[in-house]
């Protein structure tokens, strides 16, 4: 089994930046791709950015060149560092982890004002 913690959320204006942290603990061996998604109520859960185990990263088309996802393998965790914040940013911003089969963090709200 393995738990994942998420961190960083919060609410900021437009502009700002935010770091999300999302830690994997458990019954690791190894971690293949690691994202971030982020679904708005009533709306679908929508891929943010994605990270494979060698590095190489896919993002949404409304977050390049604001967004970075990144990866320390040593301590199983993945990044996602948010700058330019836009309230179209707002939404609840999921963990995703693959081990020996997919895993969700709870997620973190993240929320920014005009």
């Known amino acids: 089994q393995v738990q994942l913690v998420e961190s960083g959320g919060g609410s900021v204006q437009a502009g700002e930046s935010l770091r999300l942290s999302c830690a994997a603990s458990?019954?690791?061996?190894?971690?293949?791709?690691m994202a971030w998604y982020r679904q708005a109520p009533g709306k679908q859960r929508d891929l943010v950015a994605r990270?494979?185990?060698?590095?190489?990263?896919i993002y949404a088309d409304s977050v390049k060149g604001r967004f970075t996802i990144s990866r320390d393998n040593a301590k199983n965790t993945v990044y996602l560092q948010m700058n330019s914040l836009k309230p179209e940013d707002t939404a609840a911003y999921l963990c995703?982890?693959?081990?020996?089969?997919?895993?969700w963090g709870q997620g973190t709200q993240v929320t920014v004002s005009s």
């Open positions: 995703y982890v693959v081990v020996d089969r997919v895993y």
């Open positions: 458990g019954s690791i061996f190894s971690i293949g791709t």
């Open positions: 990270i494979s185990s060698a590095g190489s990263t």
